[in-house]
């Protein structure tokens, strides 16, 4: 039993045949879930910062931040902003801006928790052995506690972005023409449902396996190896094993000459 | 070298506490400690778990701010002071710069290897350039034997070996006096001798250090000034022989239930 307007026979190169039209889609979903994914990571560190803010109205005020912009349906909220909010007080902000904004927002208060997880999750003991040396507090944070939050939450960050790609198609609603509003208006157009949204499905498919392997890339980076004596032959690798071999030749050297005092024996 | 003047002509004191007191909440951990450290001196602080004494050794560099009394290093007075005095406040972080400090739990960054461990606070705090900073890194672990160790990162190494990178860390920053927060409290039975054997060298070289530990026998070995803390006052001081022979009932009582 098929519908009356279904399609007899399947026709594959139907996707291909309307390349360019995915295409321009795919360039806007591409575009929207960058800035807005770019955005919502700086304004999602603020936000831990501010959330761990001892002050007795910084913390609470965030905290409420959080949990309004994660307790909205995402899709109510693009409506809110950009109807409710831009159009009834006539601010002069496209639709693309506006969803932006709203995936912004939103995104901000569930990256703003990652970090603030991932920052906490730095034992304190780590802040106490920076400070021992007398680095200052701006310092401890840029070079001991950042390093170590940024291994724990790029996992769940990856997530995030997987989810920025897949939420962007939701301002379609508010007429964006990224992806999924330019594969509405082309079935609406051809009454080729099939064809055009497996083409959709597809290419979200591939844009969120891309993202899947960049992250699996940066975190393979933050492997720690030893340059000494791992097989890992990175020219990177190799030129550092070099120098390092150079610098304990050097202080094997003046061991000899020096009387500086040694304190154990091996 | 290891004989040190604490009761010779002039001794020089490089560390005074005065009057501290310190509570976390209701608890009332620091209940008015005076403690001056001479330079070259081993002061060793031994007690009951819960009797202040890591408390007390982390107001040295101000890790914890007393309520009230003050630090005195190297000529600059540090804390709220007591009630009603005006003194020249110091800079916390410029005394830490000074003072090393070793932990229980090693601390070392784990994300960076045992020589950047050991440069980062030359290049950051005194702003050393790196081919500098790592030459002086990488002499610093030879010193301690662990030269072949520079590339490894912490979780690499035993505890034993993080135990001493973190020393060279402390060590290369040059600092006037050493404190040990119960550095061999969280390595394995057979890897505590290492790190022993380090502390030892150390003092020997001449040291002003502050250790607090367990190992009764490293007190009875180097210290010089050898502190009975119970909750929160110094129950008893002394020379090695308070190891064996103790005044205060609390002294002897603790001394019996460890030995």
Redesign the interface.
Known sequence: MSGVLAQATFRPEFIWDNRDIFLDGVWLTVRIALVAFALATALGLIVALLRMSKSWIVGPIMASYVNVFRAIPLLVFVLFVYYGVAIHFSFSISAIQAGVLALTLQYSAWLGEIFRGGIQAVPDGQRQAAMSVGMSRPQTFARVVMPQAGRIVTPPTGNMFIGMIKDSSLVYIIGVPELLRVSNLLANRTFRYFEVYLGTVIVYLILTTAVYFLFKYIERRFQLVDVLTSKVRSPFARRRAGQLRRLQEAVTAARDTESTVRLATE | MNETPTNGSGPQPVVRLRDIHKSFGSNHVLRGIDLTVHKGQHVVVFGPSGSGKSTLLRTI?L?EVPDSGSVWFDGKEYGPGIDGEELPKGKA??L??E???V?Q?F???????A?DNVA??LR??KRIARPEA??RA??YL???????K????P??LSGGQQQ?V??A??LV?GPKVMLFDEPTSALDPELVG?VL??MR??AE?GMTMVVVTHEMGFGEEVGDLNIFMDDGVVVEQGGRGIYKDAHEPRTREFLRSIL
């Open positions: 560099n890790l972080r410029l830490r710069q003072i090393g400090m932990f739990q601390n070392l960054f784990p994300h960076i290897t020589l980062l606070a950051r705090v790592e030459l990488a002499t030879d010193r301690v034997g662990l030269l072949d520079l590339a490894a990162y979780g690499q001493r973190a020393i860390r402390s920053m290492e054997a380090v060298s150390l070289s």
